[in-house]
């Protein structure tokens, strides 16, 4: 599998571009700005991309999505708790509807040639948040990250929410490849070890 991190916006909000080695279809991961950088990497790469993939509706993780589809009209898939009501602009924290824009949910799964991406609703950080698993990786947005956790005091955060995500991504078998929303990648393995906020969740 092809994995690309891109740090950016002012934040450095990691924005992941994702392929099949062998098709080169691609998806991108939380496009959080600089969509003409985003762009150049996935013509560096060869990629095909097939569609958006958002783990959440805040504006570090979707500032770049306008300037993607407007080189490629692929579908923007985020889940439905994250969206902004209409007539709202969701104050950076919900993402605006945009005709691209497809709901997704726990269970859904996508191929993307040899791969298949798979939606596991994980709320917390926000009431939407969705960690995405393919083969050995998560992509677990502002749910997990290295050492810590997302935050839990924005628009639809919360604590025992996060609690229970974390224990679920806990208690998957097996060790994964671990690319969060911000700062470094990590492994499943090393965070249920030493990363205290999911020690307490399993307690």
């Not at 504006?59 to 709202?88: F, N, R, W």
């Not at 939407?128 to 502002?142: C, E, H, I, M, R």
């Not at 060790?175 to 030493?194: C, I, K």
Request: charged content about 25%; aromatic content about 8%; proline content about 3%.
């Amino acid at each position: 599998m092809i994995v690309k991190r891109l740090q950016v916006g002012p934040i450095q909000t990691n924005c992941y571009l994702i392929g099949d080695e062998k098709t080169k279809l691609g998806a991108i991961i939380d496009p959080g700005d600089e969509s003409r950088r985003i762009w150049k990497e996935v013509q560096s790469l060869g990629l095909d991309i097939q569609f958006i993939m958002l783990t959440h509706g805040h504006y570090d993780h979707t500032t770049g999505v306008d300037g993607i589809l407007q080189k490629c009209k692929v579908p923007v898939y985020i889940h439905s708790d994250e969206v902004a009501m209409s007539g709202s602009r969701g104050n950076g924290l919900q993402f605006e509807s945009t005709p691209q824009m497809k709901m997704y949910g726990e269970g859904d799964r996508f191929a993307l040639g040899d791969l298949t991406i798979e939606v596991m609703h994980t709320p917390g950080h926000s009431k939407g948040s969705v960690t995405l698993k393919v083969g050995d990786a998560l992509f677990t947005g502002d749910t997990l990250f290295r050492d810590s956790c997302g935050r839990t005091d924005f628009y639809g955060g919360s604590y025992s929410k996060m609690m229970q995500s974390l224990k679920r991504l806990h208690d998957l078998e097996g060790d994964y490849q671990v690319y969060p929303g911000h700062e470094a990648p990590t492994t499943l393995s090393r965070e249920r070890m030493r990363n205290l906020y999911m020690r307490e969740a399993v307690k």
